[in-house]
């Protein structure tokens, strides 16, 4: 079908800023926890000439920033032809890998396009890394960021965090991250989704210890250290985990989009579950269905009254808006409660 195409509609007070966009589920690795069942190629992904034709429309729509990710990016053959697309539009790029094979043209390639920076995955010390992954997944991974930083990329970590890691950020920390030439160490927290559904005692960690601890180190760092969007919120250290900000609320459908290899649109990549589709770019223009008065409506047409449980008593609930709603939706199965807000963990940790 021949993608529909709508004028854009200035007055609508929505603007994309950023969108994850998965190119591929390609991987040379199928994670244990890994949210998007990673492992071969679709049949139906989306061909080089529907990929730049997505471009074309992000930029159009004002995109600034695409985190590209997998399954594994460089698995793609044309991914380069995609991020020279992206860079050449002055939309700022971020791929996110699992470092275990970057060969040198790759690099350079990456280098001379300008891009903003390459995120590699890493779980914490390399017995639980390579638990989770492959064996000697860690070693690949460490070799990968210092080349990387060899060839003047900026790069960064991100870690999910489980009931298994996230006791030993201390240890990690110490062990390998202070020694690892990055700007930026994310730290977000694993859904019970895709190869971990069902999985709930993966997200029974301390998530008030967590952020205690993050608050504690960031400023003292050699690099960045910040919490996702999935975990906090509004407890005493909220500014020092997120840079001197707050958590304002979900963006999914607001600011951020969410793309598959197939060319879904959802309000966030995270949101893996076939209700959240909002249409297929195969079928509407991007400018369509973000300009659709019927889209994204669990976010843009939020107030209050639809908190649930704990968070609907909440003084901060207007606010945070109840958190992540895809993480809401893999923890509780409601979008509007936060079932592990480290605000709730804070009064009982403290009790």
Not at 43 to 58: D, G, H, I, K
Not at 262 to 273: K, L, P
């Amino acid at each position: 079908m021949v993608a529909r195409h709508t004028k854009l509609n200035k007055s609508v007070p929505y603007r994309l800023r950023s969108c994850v966009w998965e190119i591929t589920l390609a991987c040379s690795f199928s994670c244990k926890y890994c949210g998007s069942r990673a492992g071969k190629a679709h049949e139906n992904e989306l061909s080089t000439a529907e990929c730049l034709n997505v471009v074309r429309q992000l930029r159009e729509l004002g995109l600034r920033r695409v985190n590209l990710i997998g399954g594994e990016v460089f698995m793609r053959k044309d991914w380069k032809l995609i991020v020279a697309a992206f860079c050449g539009a002055g939309i700022r790029v971020c791929i996110i890998t699992n470092g275990y094979r970057l060969a040198d043209e790759d690099l350079a390639f990456l280098r001379d396009a300008q891009i903003e920076s390459v995120a590699v995955s890493l779980d914490g010390p390399e017995a639980v890394h390579d638990a989770w992954r492959m064996k000697g997944s860690y070693a690949h991974a460490l070799e990968s960021i210092r080349r990387v930083h060899e060839y003047g990329i900026p790069v960064s970590v991100i870690t999910a965090l489980r009931k298994d890691n996230a006791p030993l950020l201390q240890e990690f920390y110490d062990g390998t991250m202070k020694q690892l030439p990055i700007f930026a160490w994310q730290l977000q927290s694993c859904a019970p989704m895709g190869n971990a559904a069902g999985s709930d005692e993966l997200v029974r960690y301390s998530f008030i210890d967590v952020i205690r601890w993050v608050a504690k180190t960031a400023p003292v760092a050699p690099f960045g250290i910040g919490i996702a969007d999935n975990a906090g919120y509004f407890t005493p250290e909220e500014p020092y985990i997120r840079g001197g900000g707050v958590f304002a609320g979900c963006s999914a459908g607001i600011t951020v989009l969410g793309i598959d290899c197939e060319g879904n649109v959802t309000g966030c990549e995270s949101m893996r579950d076939p209700s959240f589709i909002e249409g297929n770019v195969r079928e509407r223009s991007l400018a369509d269905i973000w300009y659709s008065p019927d889209t994204f409506r669990y976010n843009r047409g939020f107030d209050a009254s639809m908190l649930k449980g704990k968070c609907a008593g909440c003084p901060e609930g207007p606010y945070c808006a109840g958190g992540c709603r895809s993480y809401n939706f893999f923890t509780s199965g409601d979008l509007y409660e936060s079932k592990y807000c480290a605000r709730e963990s804070d009064k009982e940790a403290d009790k």
